[in-house]
């Protein structure tokens, strides 16, 4: 009996340890998110509150913020989720609603769900971005949706491999798939540089939606009009943050303040 009693001390006090451990552990997660979006010029968010005992340590944020050079980006919520005993290894759930205002036109993107994880060991860093059914519609008028989006990143002996996929991808009455791939390495300046394969299904419509989200020009949407096939395979140039598309200069690619939470 008494053997009994000490084990049920034991267990007690373990409890006890443990969930102080995870209090403390909680405190330290909070302060540390808040301090990676203090960090960074362009973010903000209010943390509300860290949830997961025993071993997850969940943190909602309300209201984030990203402020670019050329676009902002927001969302009601985000939370931030991790496995106590696996410090880097995080996982982002995002609002299914979202917003993105290029000082022209305010697009929302709606998904079923969006989600991306983010991982660093001993120094390289892998990342995905994963958002199911995702729609994207405009305050110009327009409308864009997707079965997939599938973006990521991995460690390159030459740099970072970056991928995007974006599956059965349907605009102006045109379903299409798109794929970009490739290596870039980020200079002294932070810019990305490097050569990406961009493959498209259907050329004229991809086209099209690039110039409703004005990421091209009238003179270079009539640059980039000249290939007549549908399927197009094109290279992608980034030099020192610009982009050229298929030989043809698109400008400076917009640049996003992401902080990462470690």
Do not use: C
């Amino acid at each position: 009996m008494r053997s009994f009693f000490i084990g049920v001390f034991a267990i007690f006090v373990a409890a006890i340890l443990w969930s102080g451990w995870w209090w403390y552990g909680s405190t330290v997660e909070e302060r540390t998110i808040a301090a990676w979006i203090g960090r960074t010029d362009g973010a903000s968010a209010r943390v509300v509150s860290t949830s997961g005992y025993p071993n997850r340590f969940d943190t909602t944020l309300t209201g984030p913020e990203l402020k670019g050079d050329r676009m902002d980006w927001s969302a009601e919520f985000m939370q931030i989720l991790r496995l106590s005993y696996r410090p880097g290894r995080y996982i982002l759930v995002f609002d299914t609603t979202q917003r993105i205002d290029t000082g022209v036109q305010v697009m929302t993107l709606t998904a079923e769900q969006a989600r991306a994880s983010v991982a660093r060991d001993r120094g390289t860093l892998r990342s995905s971005f994963v958002i199911d059914a995702p729609s994207l519609a405009s305050s110009a008028g327009w409308t864009a949706t997707a079965n997939t989006m599938l973006f990521a990143t991995r460690p390159d002996s030459g740099g970072t491999e970056v991928g995007l996929d974006l599956r059965t991808l349907e605009f102006d009455g045109v379903t299409s798939d798109v794929h970009l791939q490739g290596v870039v390495t980020e200079g002294a300046d932070g810019q990305p540089s490097g050569e990406l394969l961009l493959k498209v299904g259907h050329w004229p419509s991809f086209l099209a939606l690039l110039r409703a989200l004005e990421a091209v020009t009238p003179d270079q949407f009539d640059l980039l009009s000249q290939p007549t096939e549908e399927r197009v395979q094109m290279t992608v140039i980034l030099t020192n943050g610009r982009v050229s598309l298929g030989g043809v200069d698109i400008g400076p690619l917009p640049i996003m303040p992401l902080p990462l939470p470690y």
